[in-house]
């Protein structure tokens, strides 16, 4: 049942008349919190502006994945190249400055502070002395629109907008700041049918425009098949299944899942 990839070895070059190196490459990567063995052997490779789906059971190490390549846990071995260029990412800083930038569910907005000014946290347009707010709101609302995300007023309080418009500003918020990988962590998770669609529309308009390589983890197969490229299974710390999404489908995912959960209650798995 497992399509397990093919040890990876060289990036590819880049050079020319070869082809384009993936955006980022993982390989043979393991990390352990004390007795347990939160990731055991992942490899995976995320090409150009493609979306990558990465699907898993719950403690099968999707998030320590996703904290690894964001620069919040260091890997124990292995390695990960970014763009052809092999990587030892640092710090969330060090990982933002190589063009890979996570969303988490928490999203990181200041609830009490205006959509403008949560665009531009950190990264603050300073006219001196003061903040250049006239700036701010007016690059704010253009890259809003550039994106298609539909807020009535750059000028309201996070807290006063809904899931899935707080999800788009930070995802927003990560594009303008110049990701080139952007990893989402459940963008979708606790949303409604209008809300979720809204982050779909809004990762299917970043897949048309090409500039970014995103990889989202999602409990919801059917969104993931929806705008994903490729579907990436995560178990038990490894990555065991790699297809693209138009060669597979809503039941074979369901029936990868309802195994695992079946060997997982007859005591096999890891
Ligand atoms: N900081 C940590 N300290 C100790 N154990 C950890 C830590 N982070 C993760 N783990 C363990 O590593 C394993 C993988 O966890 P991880 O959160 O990566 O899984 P996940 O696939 O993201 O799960 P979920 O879908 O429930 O979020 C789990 O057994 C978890 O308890």
């Not at 990876?8 to 490459?25: I, V």
């Given at each position: 049942?497992?399509?397990?990839?093919?040890?990876?070895?060289?990036?590819?070059?880049?050079?020319?008349?070869?082809?384009?190196?993936?955006?980022?490459?993982?390989?043979?990567?393991?990390?352990?919190?004390?007795a347990?063995?939160?990731?055991?052997?992942?490899?995976?490779r995320?090409?150009?502006?493609e979306?990558?789906?990465?699907?898993?059971?719950?403690?099968?190490?999707k998030?320590t994945?996703i904290?690894?390549?964001?620069?919040?846990?260091?890997?124990?071995?292995?390695?990960?190249?970014?763009?052809?260029e092999?990587?030892?990412?640092?710090?969330?800083?060090?990982?933002?400055s190589?063009?890979i930038?996570?969303?988490?569910?928490d999203?990181?907005l200041?609830?009490?502070?205006?959509?403008?000014?949560?665009?531009f946290?950190?990264?603050e347009?300073?006219r001196?002395?003061?903040?250049?707010?006239?700036?701010?709101r007016?690059?704010?609302?253009k890259?809003?629109?550039?994106?298609?995300?539909?807020i009535?007023?750059?000028?309201?309080?996070?807290?006063?907008?809904?899931?899935?418009?707080?999800?788009?500003?930070?995802?927003a918020?990560?594009?303008?700041?110049?990701?080139?990988?952007?990893?989402?962590?459940?963008?979708?998770?606790a949303?409604?049918?209008?809300?979720?669609?809204?982050?779909?529309?809004?990762?299917?308009?970043?897949?048309?425009?090409?500039?970014?390589?995103?990889?989202?983890?999602?409990?919801?197969?059917?969104?993931?098949?929806?705008?994903?490229?490729?579907?990436?299974?995560?178990?038990?710390?490894?990555?065991t299944?790699?297809?693209?999404?138009?060669?597979?489908?809503l039941?074979?995912?369901?029936?990868?899942?309802?195994?695992?959960?079946?060997?997982?209650r007859?005591?096999g798995?890891?």
């Open positions: 049942m497992t399509d397990t990839p093919s040890p990876q070895s060289a990036p590819d070059s880049g050079a020319p008349g070869t082809p384009d190196p993936p955006a980022l490459q993982v390989d043979h990567i393991a990390k352990r919190f004390g347990v063995a939160a990731l055991t052997d992942v490899s995976l995320l090409r150009k502006g979306v990558l789906g990465l699907i898993g059971d719950n403690g099968a190490g998030s994945l904290k690894i390549l964001s620069g919040f846990h260091r890997p124990d071995t292995g390695r990960i190249v970014v763009e052809g092999e990587v030892a990412i640092k710090s969330v800083d060090h990982a933002r190589l063009g930038d996570t969303v988490y569910q999203l990181a200041i609830n009490e502070l205006t959509v403008y000014h949560n665009m946290l950190n990264r347009i300073v001196w002395p003061l903040l250049h707010n006239r700036a701010m007016r690059l704010a609302r890259h809003l629109d550039d994106l298609g995300v539909r009535a007023s750059v000028d309201a309080e996070v807290a006063k907008l809904s899931g899935g418009q707080r999800q788009a500003i930070a995802v918020r990560s594009v303008y700041s110049d990701a080139r990988i952007l990893l989402l962590d459940e963008p979708l998770a949303m409604g049918a209008k809300e979720g669609a809204l982050i779909l529309d809004l990762v299917r308009d970043l897949k048309a425009r090409g500039e970014v390589s995103i990889i989202i983890i999602a409990h919801n197969y059917a969104q993931v098949l929806e705008v994903c490229d490729r579907v990436n299974l995560l178990q038990h710390g490894r990555i299944y790699d297809k693209e999404t138009a060669e597979t489908s039941q074979e995912l369901t029936d990868l899942v309802v195994a695992e959960y079946r060997n997982t007859r005591g798995g890891s």
